[in-house]
C-alpha cells in the first residue's frame, strides 16, 4: 500500500505543488525529508520520479492522449498529475516490475482521488505496451520541450543537432568533481574509482559524496563552467589584479577564480541574502579571502564597495534560460517561451551597463551563461557591444549539451573595453 511518506507520495505532492503555485520540486521534497526522514534510497527515488515526470511531461502527455478511450487528460489536476506518474515509471523505470507500478499506483490514486480512478488506472496500465510506445513525429512531443525552444534549435542549429542537444538534455549528467590541489593520499583514495579529466574528475558509479563534498581539497560542479573558464584565462597575457564576480552566489565560480588568479583581489557580489550567506559559508570552508556584497548586480556603485579603481575582469554570470541545463532543471523547459527570454535579455543588458561602467579602461568582462540560445549569448552581445563601449575579445567559447560527453551546454564571451 502507498503511504502518504511513499516515495510516490511524496512526488506527486510535489507535482502538485509545481502545477499549482510553481513550488520547486526540491523545495517540496526538502520539506517532506524533514518531516518523514525517509532512507536515502526513499529520497532518491522520490526526485526521480517527481522530476522525470515533469521533464517528460510532454511526452506523457502525448502517451496517454493515444491510450485514453477519448484521447483526452483527465480534467481534474490530482488525475492528470497521477496518470502522467504512473507513465512515468511505465515507460522509463525498466528496473521497476510492472506489478509494482500498479499495485503501488492503484493505492495512491484511492488515497489521492478516487476508487473510480483506482480502477481506471488500473486497467489503462495492465494494457498499455511497455515495451513498444508508439513515438511522436512532433520533436517538441517525442522529446518532452516546449514548441518554442524546438523552433529556435531547428532554426540555429538545423534539426539533425537539435536532436542530439534534445536527446542530450534528457540524460542525466554524472557527479563531478573538481580538484582544487595536488592530491594527496586522502584524495587519491576517494579518487580510486573516477575517471580524470584534467582537474575534473567524473565518477560513473559510485561515489564517495560525502567525503568529497567534506573536503576542501574537491568543489562539487560540472565540466562545462570550469573548461569555459580556463579557456578564457588562457588567452590573458597577465592576472588582472582586481576581480568582480557580479552574480556570484552559490560559489564555484568565485572559488574558482581564486584558484585560477590567487594573487588578485576578488569582489563576490550576489542579490539576496540567502544567498551571500550560502556564498559566504563557501568562501569561509574553502580559505578564500573574498570581500562579500549583498546588492543588485544592475545598481553596483564602487562607493558601496569601498573602492576607488575600477576591475580589470569583471564575470558576469547573467540569469538566464538555462536551456543549456536543462536535464538538472525539469521546471526551466517549461519556461521557455519568447516572452521569458525578452525579459531575461532585458535583464541581461542591465548587467552588463552595470558590469561596463565597473570596468577599468582596457579592462575584460567575461560574460557567461547557461543557455544555448543566441538571443541570450552573441546576438545580445553583438547589438550592445558597441553602445557600451565594449569590443569583443576573440571568439567565444561555447559547449553544446552532448559535445563533451554530457548533457550539459553554455557559453563564455569575452569583452574589452576600449581604452
Known sequence: MASKTSSRAAAFHALMAWERTHTFIDDSITRWKAHAAPSKLDVDLAYELACGTLRMQRYLDYQAKRVTANHKLPAKLAEKVLLRLALYQWFFLDRMPPHAIVNEMVALSKETASPHFARFINGLLRNIDREHAQVPENLADRYSYTDFFVEQLVQHYDQARAEKILQAENRPCPFMARLRCDPNAETRALLKDAIQDGQMYVFEGSAPIGAIAASPSFYIQNKTQPYLLWQCAKRLEKPPKTILDMCAAPGGKTVLLHDLFPTSMLVANDVSPAKVALLQENLT????????????????????????????????????????????????????????????????????????????????????????????????????????????DGEPVMVLPGEMQYGEGGGIFGLVARL
Open 285 to 392: 570552508k574553502y580559505g578564500i579571502a573574498a570581500r562579500v556584497h549583498c546588492g543588485r548586480g544592475e545598481e553596483l556603485q564602487l562607493q558601496e564597495l569601498q573602492l576607488e579603481q575600477r576591475f580589470d575582469l569583471i564575470v558576469v554570470d547573467a540569469p538566464c534560460s538555462n536551456s543549456g541545463v536543462l536535464y538538472k532543471c525539469p521546471e526551466a523547459r517549461w519556461r521557455l517561451q519568447k516572452q521569458a527570454i525578452n525579459e531575461l535579455t532585458q535583464q541581461q543588458f542591465r548587467l552588463l551597463q552595470s558590469a561596463a561602467r565597473l570596468l577599468a579602461p582596457g579592462g575584460r568582462i567575461w560574460y557567461s551563461t547557461c543557455s544555448i540560445l543566441p538571443e541570450e549569448n552573441e546576438a545580445l552581445l553583438e547589438k550592445i557591444a558597441p553602445e557600451l563601449g565594449l569590443e569583443l
